[in-house]
């Protein structure tokens, strides 16, 4: 009888071992939070590049960092039912275009959610197949107002820190080179808005940047910030997200790769995990 309830204890402690650590890796494999990617990627080949590469990286900094990484081309998931389910959302190349998605996207913004976008979600110009006629998020959320101008080719930029206590930036030298891109300029001045956070912008060392032909896509002076945050929200803007491709040869191949720049990717990832680990922010 002694052997035998010895024998149940021990049946007994390896039960609640083996439910315990079935607990233990359960909550583990809980995400910390829940990020969801909309893209588009049907145009611009150096976009579509971009996209493809994102929706690589991004799973493995999930995988390394214990967030979950979501995607969806249909920005009709653009709603409340379907947001609540996040704690993040990315914009990787466009913009929700419909009243309702736009409606929601904001709603969700002001209640507190996270968001970060990448270069041609910032796009706006008037005439063009992407109008600036959403001013909450262009002139208010992002603050940039239009469109009004870029670099080319893509080229690498030396980059300047200009907020070294933000979250995003804590990993990052005074100074470090980029990977290639397309650098926008806007027709607001960034500086002049008091709920703008300019955390990145590009450095003088780096004039002249862009390589042509045409001289205005050549830049040679000036203030370019490349990312930023809104204080009003919870929110990261980053400027970067256009690959070079091999358009002159007819390849089309990719040339360049925006995460293969580890000081790059460093910010972005400590962007979003400030975005989505952080406390909520609503609107006031």
């Known amino acids: 009888m002694r052997f035998r309830t010895r024998h149940l204890a021990f049946l007994f402690l390896l039960l609640v071992g083996f439910c315990g650590g079935r607990s233990g890796r359960a909550q583990q494999a809980k995400p910390k939070f829940r990020v969801v990617a909309f893209f588009t990627a049907k145009n611009d080949l150096a976009h579509i590049s971009y996209v493809q590469e994102a929706n690589a990286w991004f799973p493995k900094m999930a995988a390394a960092h214990q967030f979950s990484y979501d995607t969806t081309s249909n920005w009709n998931n653009l709603n409340a039912e379907f947001l609540a389910r996040y704690q993040v959302v990315v914009f990787l190349d466009t913009r929700p275009e419909a009243p309702a998605q ?66 995003a930036t804590r990993h990052l030298p005074p100074t470090f080179t980029s990977a290639p891109n397309e650098w926008y300029k806007w027709s607001n001045d960034l500086r002049t808005n008091p709920n703008i956070d300019i955390l990145l912008a590009i450095d003088s060392t780096s004039f002249p940047l862009g390589t042509g032909p045409k001289p205005h896509e050549i830049w040679h002076s000036g203030y370019y910030p490349v990312a930023w945050a ?28 925006t995460f293969a720049n580890a000081l790059q990717s460093q910010f972005i990832l400590d962007g979003l995990l400030w975005l989505g680990t952080g406390r909520k922010r609503p609107v006031r």
């Open 102 to 167: 736009r409606a929601a996207f904001q709603q969700y913004m002001e209640r507190g959610g996270a968001w970060m976008g990448f270069h041609f979600a910032g796009f706006a110009l008037s005439p063009s197949a992407y109008p600036q006629n959403w001013n909450w998020y262009h002139e208010q959320f992002l603050g940039t107002g239009s469109y009004a101008g870029n670099t080319w080719r893509p080229t690498a930029a030396v980059l300047r820190v200009e907020n070294r206590r933000h979250p």
């Open 230 to 257: 809104n204080k009003r929200y919870r929110m990261l803007y980053v400027n970067m997200g256009h690959n070079d491709m091999d358009y002159e040869h007819g390849t089309n191949q990719t040339l360049s790769f």
